[in-house]
């Protein structure tokens, strides 16, 4: 059996074989490893056998990426007509493409109910009013209602969604619905439910996805004849260096206690958990300044290529690839080169005495790093190669970021 460890941490990337691609490809630099991808999701499905598993897009959409998960067999979930086109051009079959509609423009309904005319995927709606939508738009294939569970969980108010008015059906109301849509609609075929609770679930909010499963399994009971209730994403990840991995069996026997009695197939659709750590981002040293509080080191990375920490105030592993080994720790504030204060991946990081040049690895970036990279203040988005080398987005240049107004 070859080892399949539950997380990949930053110390485990070869220090040389990392500079060698930040020395070749240049820096800021995502590097993504799909063994690992493939590796985490056989792992997801050994924790659950009985589950449909999809891959959330959202974590990231490079096509490296979204081949391997396709080739592993999971499911794609999908946040808009983009990301559903994305993975049909990957390779993902049609029936395994779920598209869940978060009020959803004119144009992405007008984009997936035209692909819906060949390809035979879910269309997920979280109001009444989607179905409208769909409805004046010829759209007559397999259906399922987007529930608000009432219970969210995550590891940032901004990313605990469970609650949020703004998705999904009232759970008070969903049964309501899914009857109205039977009855009303009977070109459609209402196929499953959805929930999702929020994102980077850690092992202290799991009585809160608990919850949410048990509701979602009695709803689905009582809706009757689905083919599955998803259950959402969320499985978070290990960010700090001494913080456990989840364990995911228990939270899979967790889940399917919960679920117990519900005879519709279970569906998760995890996108962090998946990626994370196949990826590192490497930055490097272009400034050190002394001040009275804390030296500042500048990087050549910030909050437009990685934007968690400005974002959610989230903390990634960093650590130097220096080679020399007699440098004394200092205490730093690593900052970008965006003219905002946000842009601070790290306010108190201790690495060993920062020099101009060094290259600096950030870990578990695989997931919403490049995804949500910007080119705000004229920033050109960075390269990302795979860790072989190969290249899986070119770095943007200058005139890329004028391209679109000649
Ligand atoms: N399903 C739905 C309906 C979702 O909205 C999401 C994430 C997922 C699945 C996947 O969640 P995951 O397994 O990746 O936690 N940018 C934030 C995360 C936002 C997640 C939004 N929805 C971050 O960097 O932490």
């Given at each position: 059996m070859t080892e399949n460890p539950p997380v990949r941490r930053l110390s485990d990337w070869s220090p040389k074989r990392l500079r060698a691609l930040a020395g070749e490809h240049g820096t800021p630099l995502y590097?993504?490893?799909?063994?690992?991808?493939?590796?985490n999701a056989a792992r997801l499905r050994g924790a659950f056998p009985e589950a449909d598993v999809s891959y959330a897009l959202k974590a990231n959409t490079t096509r490296a990426v979204l081949e391997t998960v396709e080739s592993t067999g999971l499911g794609a979930e999908c946040a808009s007509a983009g990301e559903?086109?994305?993975?049909?051009?990957?390779?993902?079959?049609?029936?395994?493409?779920?598209?869940?509609?978060?009020?959803?423009?004119?144009?992405?309904?007008?984009?997936?109910v035209e692909l819906a005319q060949s390809h035979d995927f879910v269309l997920t709606i979280g109001a009444l009013d989607t179905l409208d939508r769909l409805l004046d738009r010829g759209y007559a294939g397999r259906l399922c209602v987007r529930?608000?569970?009432?219970?969210?969980?995550?590891?940032?108010?901004?990313?605990?969604?469970?609650?949020?008015?703004?998705?999904?059906?009232?759970?008070?109301?969903?049964?309501?619905?899914?009857?109205?849509?039977?009855?009303?609609?009977?070109?459609?075929?209402?196929?499953?439910?959805?929930?999702?609770?929020?994102s980077g679930i850690s092992g202290e909010d799991l009585s809160a996805h608990r919850e949410l499963v048990r509701r979602m399994g009695a709803l689905g009971s009582e809706v009757g004849g689905l083919d599955f209730v998803a259950v959402g994403g969320g499985f978070g990840v290990p960010y700090r260096p001494d913080e456990p991995p989840l364990d995911l069996d228990a939270v899979a026997e967790e889940t399917r206690e919960a679920f117990e009695g519900c005879d519709a197939q279970l569906a998760i659709e995890p996108g962090r958990y998946l990626v994370a750590d196949c990826g590192v981002l490497l930055m490097s040293v272009t400034a050190v300044k002394p001040t009275p509080e804390t030296t500042v080191i500048g990087?050549?990375?910030?909050?437009?290529?990685?934007?968690?920490?400005?974002?959610?105030?989230?903390?990634h592993e960093i650590r130097s690839l220096t080679e020399e080994n007699d440098r004394v720790d200092r205490s730093c504030l690593?900052?970008?080169?965006?003219?905002?204060?946000?842009?601070?991946?790290?306010?108190?990081?201790?690495?060993?005495?920062?020099?101009?040049?060094?290259?600096?690895?950030?870990?578990?970036?695989?997931?919403?790093?490049?995804?949500?990279?910007?080119?705000?203040?004229s920033r050109p988005r960075p390269a990302v190669v795979s860790a072989t080398g190969e290249r899986i987005a070119r770095r943007e240049t200058v005139s890329d970021l004028t391209r679109l107004e000649r």
């Open positions: 590097v993504l490893d799909p063994d690992r991808v493939r590796e559903v086109q994305r993975a049909i051009d990957a390779g993902f079959p049609a029936h395994r493409v779920r598209y869940t509609a978060v009020n959803p423009p004119a144009r992405d309904l007008d984009h997936v529930v608000n569970p009432g219970v969210g969980a995550g590891h940032h108010a901004k990313v605990t969604t469970g609650d949020a008015p703004q998705f999904g059906v009232p759970y008070d109301r969903a049964a309501g619905v899914c009857a109205r849509i039977r009855t009303e609609t009977p070109a459609l075929d209402l196929v499953g439910l959805h929930a999702h609770a929020g990087v050549d990375a910030g909050m437009t290529t990685l934007l968690r920490p400005a974002l959610y105030d989230a903390v690593i900052a970008g080169p965006i003219c905002e204060t946000a842009d601070v991946l790290d306010r108190d990081r201790s690495l060993p005495d920062p020099q101009r040049g060094d290259v600096l690895a950030v870990g578990n970036a695989g997931a919403y790093g490049y995804e949500m990279a910007s080119q705000y203040n």
